[in-house]
């Protein structure tokens, strides 16, 4: 009795050691840089063996998920974006800023106006669930190029409305999503203001957000504001490019 | 009688040692990391999407009198399993933190062990597939030998595998016909079924390759069976290792590490 308490104390302590080891090497910038880098590898290999172009798979009306389930911020309380609600997105306005020609503000009547994409896609979250939804937006690439990008410019920021993380300085606790180009001007990236035949509800981001269909759910913005045109993500938030890759998630979002 | 004489023979080729040493650590950091990331959605489904409201399997808590209770769903039926499965050490978790990489919630560094160790393990797999199929170790060593096929002799070996009789002598140069079977399922049924339902859960690798959630059903059937297939690994990898242990754990690790196996003389 005495030996076999012996022994799983031992096993427990062992096992304890092991896990703290683990732990340790986990939090070490060192094997964080080291293992970060199979990212670089990921998104190289994807982008090699997928088409630039290639669409991410369409369903049909008959697969639209009735359970969508909205995550991140479901209602934000920023008082701007609380007025912005009860006015009805009347004083909504995009603006298209950063490095280009001809700086945007657009009201959602002319965003309507927009050349436009339907699509019926999947979206992948993070954590492990799938939801097929429709949406319908303007297409990002035609309302790029109508602002006019400036040599240099590689990512496109997407600033956003609501604060989810209420205890970081706003420049971090504020969700903002990037892409390159390559995504910018997928035909199926859009700007999305229906969510299933009907005006994007606010738990899904009204009244706009991002569709990047080749990568995972934290990619697609909602509540989008702002979009800046930049040649670099470092001075933008935690310099991650986006509210969770400065938490440590990746940011190319397509595995 | 004297103990009978052994002759070392060589056993292992270079690649396959190496490759199986970082197989094992490729796979170990995988199956943890991968409970990690289960965590953050404890719950599998069939098909494109998530059903929220009726998963076949899922891992959550309740409370009864202030205390929490871990609740494991199979189908429709319940199981109360507190400590083990939905919650386990004070908080609400599927699996517990001495089974996860790292052992706090983190989905972040989950995926970063896992798809760093996900290249890792897929190049291993290439090197060990490419030199066994060009070398000859796969059909030498891994395919049975017509006699080792006929029911008669196939019966005999599960009749010795259930009486843990082994041979040692010249029998034992080459593998059981239920061994190989067995690393034949493993190297091109289970880990290859790993790498492709992984990818099959990459949104960048559906655009490319659609057909290949659709080959398992869905996303979330791949996914599911992804986690099936990681316990079929973790099953084989318990009996692989009772076996070792029961037919000579210091000839078999030898073996494994240097390539030099022992075999008696004058036995079968």
Redesign the interface.
């Known amino acids: 009795m005495d030996r076999r308490r012996w022994l799983s104390g031992l096993t427990v302590a062992a096992l304890g050691g092991v896990l703290g080891a683990c732990d340790k090497l986990t939090m070490s910038a060192g094997v964080q840089r080291g293992l970060a880098r199979a990212e670089g590898l990921t998104r190289r290999v994807q982008r090699l063996v997928v088409d630039r172009k290639a669409l991410a798979q369409e369903f049909t009306p008959a697969e639209i998920s009735p359970d969508f389930r909205a995550n991140g911020s479901t209602s934000p309380g920023d008082p701007e974006y609380r007025a912005l609600v009860e006015g009805g997105f009347a004083d909504w306005r995009l603006v298209v800023d950063g490095l280009v020609e001809r700086p945007l503000s657009l009201s959602l009547a002319e965003l309507r106006a927009q050349p436009a994409r339907t699509q019926i896609t999947r979206h992948d979250c993070v954590e492990g669930w799938s939801a097929i939804g429709k949406w319908s937006g303007a297409r990002l690439g035609p309302l790029l190029d109508r602002a006019g990008l400036k040599e240099g410019v590689r990512y496109i920021v997407f600033h956003c409305a609501d604060t989810l993380d209420p205890n970081a300085p706003p420049a971090l606790g504020r969700y903002y999503e990037s892409i390159d180009l390559i995504d910018a001007y997928h035909p199926q990236s859009i700007l999305a203001y229906d969510m299933n035949d009907a005006p994007l509800a606010v738990k899904h981001g009204a009244p706009l957000r991002l569709r990047v269909e080749r990568q995972l759910g934290y990619k697609h913005a909602k509540y989008v504001m702002r979009i800046e045109a930049v040649a670099d993500l470092s001075g933008i938030g935690g310099g991650q490019g986006g509210f969770w890759e400065d938490r440590g998630y990746e940011w190319y979002a397509g595995i | 009688m004297p103990p009978p004489a052994s002759t070392l023979v060589r056993r292992h080729g270079r690649v396959t040692r190496v490759t199986h040493w970082i197989n094992l650590a490729a796979l170990t950091v995988l199956l943890?990391s991968g409970l990690q990331?289960?965590n953050?959605?404890p719950?599998l489904?069939w098909g494109?999407?998530?059903?929220?409201?009726s998963p076949w399997v899922s891992l959550f808590a309740a409370e009864r009198g202030g205390e929490g209770v871990g609740v494991t769903k199979i189908g429709s039926a319940y199981f109360e399993t507190t400590g083990l499965l939905g919650f386990s050490g004070g908080e609400v978790r599927g699996i517990p933190?001495?089974a996860t990489?790292?052992?706090?919630r983190?989905?972040?560094?989950g995926?970063?062990?896992h798809?760093?160790f996900?290249?890792l393990f897929a190049l291993n797999g290439l090197v060990y597939l490419s030199a066994g199929l060009i070398g000859g170790h796969v059909r030498r060593d891994l395919l049975p030998a017509p006699d080792q096929m006929t029911p008669r002799h196939l019966l005999r070996e599960i009749a010795d595998h259930a009486r843990l009789r082994f041979p040692k002598g010249e029998g034992a140069l080459r593998y059981n016909a239920l061994q190989k079977l067995t690393y034949l399922a493993v190297i091109f049924g289970l880990l290859p079924l790993m790498v492709l339902t992984g990818l099959s859960?990459?949104?960048?690798?559906?655009?490319?390759?659609?057909w290949l959630?659709e080959l398992f059903g869905g996303?979330?059937s791949a996914?599911t069976i992804h986690f099936i297939s990681a316990g079929l690994i973790v099953l084989f990898v318990v009996v692989h290792v009772a076996m070792v242990l029961v037919s000579g754990p210091v000839n078999s690790l030898r073996s494994m590490v240097t390539g030099k196996f022992a075999i008696r003389q004058g036995e079968p």
């Open positions: 943890l990331i289960f953050a959605h719950a489904y494109d999407v998530s059903t929220f409201a933190s001495w990489l790292p052992s706090y983190s989905l972040a560094d995926r970063r062990w798809f760093f996900a290249w859960m990459s949104p960048g690798m559906n655009a490319g390759f659609p959630p996303r979330q996914r």
